[in-house]
Nanobody, 115 residues
Framework: QVQLVESGGGLVQAGGSLRLSCAAS????????MGWFRQAPGKTREMVAV???????NYRASAQGRATVSRDSAKNTVDLQMNSLKPEDTAVYYC?????????WGQGTQVTVSS
């Protein structure tokens, strides 16, 4: 069974940066895919950035160029560096992973970007 714990959320001003981390109970390199989704009030959950076992990344168009998803071997985490944050980035961010064919989600961490 996999446990995912997010951290790093908070309140930032527009144009600022934030780094989210997802700590996994399994070796992060054993996951088929890991990444970040977000859900804003009144909206559906949407993919922000994902990274495959092979290291291939995929970003939501609105996050492209502003977000970077990476894996930290030392900490066994999957991180999301977000720069040039906008108010529309405000949402609960969830860590996602697929491990041996099953999907797992973290509890989420709130990111609020003020204007």
């Amino acid at each position: 069974q996999v446990q995912l714990v997010e951290s790093g959320g908070g309140l930032v001003q527009a144009g600022g940066s934030l780094r989210l981390s997802c700590a996994a109970s399994k070796n992060i390199f054993s996951f088929n895919v890991m990444g970040w989704f977000r859900q804003a009030p009144g909206k559906t959950r949407e993919m922000v950035a994902v990274i495959t076992a092979g290291g291939t990344t995929n970003y939501r168009a609105s996050a492209q160029g502003r977000a970077t998803v990476s894996r930290d071997s030392a900490k066994n985490t999957v991180d999301l560096q977000m720069n040039s944050l906008k108010p529309e980035d405000t949402a609960v961010y969830y860590c996602f992973s697929n491990y041996q064919g099953s999907d797992y989600w973290g509890q989420g961490t709130q990111v609020t970007v003020s204007s």
